[in-house]
């Protein structure tokens, strides 16, 4: 045991890793809406800069043949989440970031792992259990609390963006489903590039229809400082992280690491944004952390 430690010890460091990359994204969102761009552009502007750095990772990774050898109605169907994910999902959550607070979404779209159970159960006609019907049951009560339900005030201020991350966590839901079904046909790298690549088509259509044109980088060099940090750190790095962690802990593992998501945004709303939530909304973000726990223990037990 003594000699694998160090090692298990390395395996953890790079999930968490991936998890507070991941949850920079909305710090990094929103200094940048501060010095005033929009939230279209920076989704757009993002997508353009990490496109190529992970067609180069995949290519290192398994080469142009196995991306060439995805079958036809593999490479639809993640063409098909990409888009719902990464661009119908990824434009409702990053204008909900101009509304919300970001540790606020971040613990919202946290939501989507109940999402996946029931979904599951739906498709597969079999009831929850117990057990995770009141694992799902904490994680909604919790997010009654975060969006503001025991202040009506806050509950009317956070109603609509909240609602947007919920949308979005429902089009990451369906997104976990369809990599579940297409991972296996297409391969984990040539999974992950075909989805990118139709969500930044699709972005770019939606740039060119909107606006006449597509976005492209703008302001001084702090500007683009903070989309370097926004496509390296919270986007592409945590990707290629979380795909390791995922090798090296398993799915289950992984995901029960990545909670650490959710409070890492909270802290980094608090030093770098200013952000504060009141006692009952830290109430509700450790409900839905106890909840995802739960269902994700639930699942490992289960596999």
């Known amino acids: 045991m003594a000699p ?8 953890l460091l790079i999930a968490a890793a991936a998890a507070v990359g991941f949850a920079s994204k909305g710090i990094f969102a929103k200094l940048l809406y501060a010095r005033g761009w929009d939230f279209e552009s920076v989704l757009t502007v993002r997508a353009i800069v990490a496109l190529p750095i992970v067609w180069a990772w995949a290519l290192w990774r398994d080469g142009l043949t196995s991306i060439r050898r995805v079958p036809l109605t593999a490479a639809a169907g993640v063409a098909a989440a990409g888009a719902l994910c990464y661009c119908v999902g990824a434009l409702l959550n990053f204008y909900a970031l101009t509304l919300i607070a970001a540790g606020v979404e971040r613990v919202l779209l ?17 009831a929850p259990t117990r057990r995770v019907l009141a694992a799902v049951a904490l994680t909604y009560a919790g997010i009654l609390m975060v969006v503001g339900g025991s202040d009506l005030a806050t509950l009317r201020d956070n ?3 909240a609602g947007l991350v919920l949308l979005c966590a429902l089009t990451f839901a369906l997104y976990y489903l369809a990599s579940d079904r297409w991972t296996a046909l297409a391969g984990s790298a040539p999974f992950t590039v075909i989805a990118l690549t139709s969500a930044t088509v699709m ?8 606006h006449g044109d597509v976005a492209t980088l703008k302001g001084g060099g702090a500007e683009a400082l903070l989309m370097a940090g926004l496509v390296l750190f919270a986007t592409v790095m945590p990707m290629l992280l979380m795909t390791e962690g995922v090798r090296r802990l398993g799915a289950q593992r992984s995901a029960i690491v990545s909670t650490i998501g959710p409070p890492a945004t909270l802290l980094m709303g608090a030093l770098f944004l200013g952000e504060r939530l009141t006692p009952p909304q830290w109430s509700g973000a450790l409900l839905i952390l106890a909840g995802i726990v739960v269902l994700q223990s639930q699942r490992t037990r289960a596999s």
């Open 4 to 11: 694998n430690t160090p090692s298990r010890h390395a395996d």
């Open 110 to 126: 946290f939501s989507y792992p109940s999402m996946v159970v029931m979904l599951h159960a739906l498709l597969n006609r079999r």
């Open 159 to 161: 109603a609509f963006g």
């Open 203 to 210: 972005l770019l259509l939606v740039a060119a229809i909107r």
